[in-house]
């Protein structure tokens, strides 16, 4: 594997160099700290732009994804410990993204947040049943998702 990014998804962190440590993976950098990794599923927009800020803010290395395969491909091959998944992603359909989840090839499935503009009861619900650990409303406050992470056990 050479030492080039997956072009097919946007890495955060201003200001941070991304590479493919000593085992391949895109997600770790040798000689630094093993970062808790996230996958952010949305189409670019002022959210997802205030996610990815809160989630850097919170030492979160994040990738970002705008469609289902593009997603399930990530998580097969990276095993991130936590996705965000917007209820509104165009190509996305949240239940059944959490049943593919589920299926994970690489290690345990992640801890999935759905996050909505809008309570649809119906998604919501059905993305539950399916595993998500929470849903998280917009506009998402600071302290709110650092809770919910913490009470998932993705941050200490």
Request: include cysteine.
């Amino acid at each position: 594997m050479d030492n080039a990014i997956n072009t097919s998804l946007t890495m955060g962190g201003a200001g941070v160099g991304y590479g493919y440590g000593g085992d391949g993976d895109p997600m770790k950098l040798e000689g630094f700290v093993d970062m808790t990794r996230c996958l952010l599923i949305d189409q670019d927009g002022a959210s997802q732009r205030n996610l990815l800020a809160m989630l850097d803010a919170l030492g979160i290395d994040t990738a970002r994804a705008s469609a289902a395969d593009e997603a399930l491909k990530f998580c097969n091959d990276n095993a991130p410990e936590v996705v965000m998944v917007a209820a509104a992603a165009p190509g996305v359909q949240p239940h059944e993204l959490m049943k593919r989840l589920k299926r994970s090839g690489k290690g345990r499935p992640p801890v999935v947040f759905l996050y909505a503009e809008t309570p649809d009861t119906d998604v919501i619900g059905q993305s539950i049943i399916e595993g998500a650990a929470d849903v998280l409303m917009t506009p998402l406050d600071r302290d709110i998702l650092e809770f919910k992470l913490r009470q998932a056990g993705i941050i200490a």
